[in-house]
C-alpha cells in the first residue's frame, strides 16, 4: 500500500514515524511539503521522498493523507482533484467537514475525516474518526490502521460530534499542561525548586492518567479514595468547588466546541 502526504509538518512527521515503526516501508511513504527544510528533514529523519508540489506521481498511491493547515486545505484539495481516481483520502486538518473538502475536490467521496492530538508526536494519542457511508469498510480499516500507529482510534457516526472531539480531545492536551504549569508554580511558590515541581507535576499526572486507564474504574471513585476526611486533599477539592473549577472547565469544553463549530462554518466558504 502506497501512502502520499501532503503536508509534512509534526503530525505527518508523527504519522510517518508510526508508520515506520509498524513496518511499512519508507520507499512505500512519500509526502508533498512546500518547505525545503521540512523536505530534507523528511528524507534524513525517515528516509521519505519528498516534492514540492502535487504533480502526477500521486496518482500512483492507495492512500492520501491530507495533513496541512485548515486555511492551505481548500488550495491543496483543488490542485489535488485531478489526480484522484480511486485512492482514499484522509483528512486531519480540524474544522473542515466533509461535504466542503468533496466539493473542493470536485465531489470526490472516498473521504475520512480524522481529529488526532499532539500526544501523537510521542505515539500515544488519541484519533476520532468519520466516514460517510460511501467509504467501505476496508476503507474504514485501513484509516484506522493508519492513525492506531500513533495512539487509540474511535469512530463517530455522527460528524457534528467532531466538533465535540476537537474541545475535548483535540484542545485537550493544552488543558493538561495548563493543570500543571499551575501546580509546578504553587510548588514552586512554596518551596520546591523548578526541578522537583516540575518531576512531581508529570510523574503525578502520567501515574494518575495510568491508574485512571487501566484500573478501569471511574475517575469519582479514584478521587474519592484519595480524598480522606478532613485532610489535605479534601481542603483542596474544597477550594476548587468554591471556585467552581469543574464547572469552569465543562464551560471551556462547551466554548471551543462552539468555536470548532464557527471554524468550520468560515472555513467551509466558498
Known amino acids: 500500500m502506497k501512502i502520499a502526504f501532503v503536508g509534512g509538518g509534526n503530525m505527518a512527521s508523527a504519522l510517518i514515524g508510526g508508520l515506520l515503526q509498524k513496518g511499512y516501508a519508507a520507499a512505500d511513504i512519500s509526502a508533498v511539503e512546500v518547505e525545503a527544510r521540512a523536505r530534507a528533514r523528511l528524507l534524513s529523519h525517515f528516509g521519505v521522498s519528498s516534492s514540492a508540489a502535487i504533480d502526477g506521481e500521486i496518482a500512483g498511491t492507495d492512500v492520501i493523507v491530507l495533513a496541512v493547515k485548515p486555511q492551505q486545505l481548500r488550495a491543496a484539495a483543488e490542485a489535488l482533484r485531478s489526480f484522484l481516481a480511486s485512492q ?38 488519541v484519533s476520532a474518526l468519520y466516514a ?32 465535540v472531539v476537537t474541545a475535548v480531545s483535540g484542545s485537550g492536551p493544552a488543558y493538561v499542561f ?67 473549577v469543574k464547572a469552569l472547565v465543562v464551560e471551556a469544553v462547551r466554548e471551543a466546541a462552539q468555536r470548532s463549530r464557527e471554524l468550520g462554518d468560515e472555513l467551509g466558504q466558498d
Open 132 to 163: 460517510a457511508t460511501t467509504v467501505s469498510d476496508a476503507e474504514r480499516r485501513i484509516a484506522e490502521q493508519i492513525l492506531g500507529t500513533v495512539g487509540a482510534t474511535l469512530w463517530v457516526e455522527r460528524e457534528e460530534l467532531m466538533d
Open 178 to 244: 495548563y493543570f500543571i504549569e499551575a501546580i509546578e508554580q504553587a510548588g514552586r511558590d512554596l518551596g520546591l525548586s523548578a526541578a522537583q515541581a516540575r518531576l512531581l507535576s508529570l510523574e503525578t499526572f502520567h501515574g494518575a492518567t495510568r491508574l485512571a486507564r487501566d484500573s478501569g474504574e471511574e475517575p469519582a471513585l479514584l478521587r474519592a479514595r484519595v480524598t480522606s476526611k478532613g485532610g489535605t486533599t479534601e481542603r483542596a477539592l474544597e477550594s476548587m468547588e468554591r471556585g467552581r
Open 88 to 125: 482514499l483520502v484522509i483528512s486531519i486538518a480540524a474544522g473542515i467537514r466533509s461535504a466542503d473538502l468533496s466539493r473542493w475536490l470536485g465531489g470526490y467521496a472516498r473521504l475520512v475525516r480524522v481529529m488526532p492530538n499532539t500526544p501523537a508526536l510521542v505515539l500515544a494519542g
